[in-house]
């Protein structure tokens, strides 16, 4: 085995080349089980080489602090897959555990869960086949109406959505739509405030996932419905903006049914040794487009059958 270390576009990785001849059977994640391992594979006369990219520890914790610089300051940066084309999913979900770490290290609670690219349209612009997840944080969540300071915030967007509250401990594998059903307490009406630290919103799936899935703010209405009298997939909502109605959408557009959003999450989560909890909230994904966000805009979200939600933003950065 040699190793040489990589530079240019791909600093932060090490070249490793493998002869697999001498190690019959064994696939690369059992030598280097690290987030952040890409195979490129060839070959020479004689031998069969395996060239391993391993993203540096320390390449993630640079990045998780420039995504968190970002959001403290307000100032966007350049996109993560730009700068470093090796960067693959695992590296984008260890960098975004970075800084749910240091959130929960400066006191915030984690109380749910989200759920992203639950449309086919959106699974269709980034080139991904499954929806990807963040962490919410009780720091994440406003009340009904509240002001918003657009100071909070770098490049806001508004979706409204469904939101769940877990009745209990749901975790994979084999989790479907109807155990998912079974384990939900409740449904009531969302905005989520989506926001990214990427100028310009010019993601791709690694970075909107290293991003903590593009989360910004919670917004939950006050009333609460059991799912089983409800039908998800033709539950609909209206949204207006500054009192003009701007987009409409229901349940199906995610994943073909919410609740199918749930089932995804905790069969993920579980392949990664953990689950969702009684009492957490879930975001299982928009129902329409996502809206831009300008100082001292009101939207409004009524949903059937379970009530409105407003989100009010200031008129300046205060």
């Not at 006369?45 to 300051?73: F, I, K, M, Y």
């Not at 409204?160 to 384990?183: I, K, N, Q, S």
């Not at 998800?232 to 909502?237: A, P």
Request: proline content about 5%.
């Amino acid at each position: 085995m040699t190793a040489a270390r990589g530079g240019g576009r791909s600093g932060g990785f090490t070249q490793l080349r493998l002869d697999t001849t001498r190690l019959p059977g064994l696939l690369p994640h059992d030598v280097f089980p690290l987030a952040g391992t890409a195979a490129r594979h060839g070959c020479t006369r004689g031998h069969r080489w395996r060239t391993l990219r391993v993203v540096q520890p320390a390449l993630h914790q640079d990045l998780a602090d420039e995504l968190w610089e970002a959001d403290r300051s307000a100032k966007p940066i350049a996109p993560l897959t730009d700068r470093h084309d090796g960067l693959d999913i695992e590296d984008a979900y260890a960098i975004q555990s970075i800084n749910i770490e240091r959130r929960v290290a400066a006191g915030q609670k984690i109380i749910g869960r989200k759920v992203g690219l639950t449309s086919k349209p959106m699974q269709t612009l980034l080139g991904v086949d499954e929806p990807d997840f963040g962490v919410l944080t009780d720091e994440m969540f406003v009340e009904d109406g509240d002001l918003i300071a657009m100071s909070r915030l770098v490049q806001p967007r508004v979706e409204a959505e469904l939101a769940f509250v877990m009745g209990r401990d749901l975790a994979g594998p084999g989790v479907t739509t109807a155990t998912a059903l079974a384990a939900i307490a409740g449904a009531l009406p969302a905005v989520e405030i989506v926001d990214s630290r990427v100028a310009d919103w010019k993601i791709k799936l690694v970075d909107t996932v290293a991003d903590n899935a593009s989360s910004g703010l919670l917004v939950l209405g006050g009333r609460m419905r059991k799912v089983e009298d409800l039908d998800l997939r033709l539950l609909g909502v209206v949204v207006s903006r500054n009192g003009e109605m701007i987009d409409s959408g229901a349940g199906a557009a995610a994943l073909g049914n919410p609740a199918r959003c749930v089932a995804w999450l905790a069969n993920k989560l579980g392949s990664l040794g953990s689950g969702l909890k009684a009492g957490d909230i879930m975001l299982p994904g928009a129902v329409h487009k996502m809206v831009p966000v300008t100082p001292g805009d009101v939207f409004r979200a009524e949903f059937a059958h379970l009530g409105a939600v407003t989100v009010r933003f200031s008129k300046g950065s205060e």
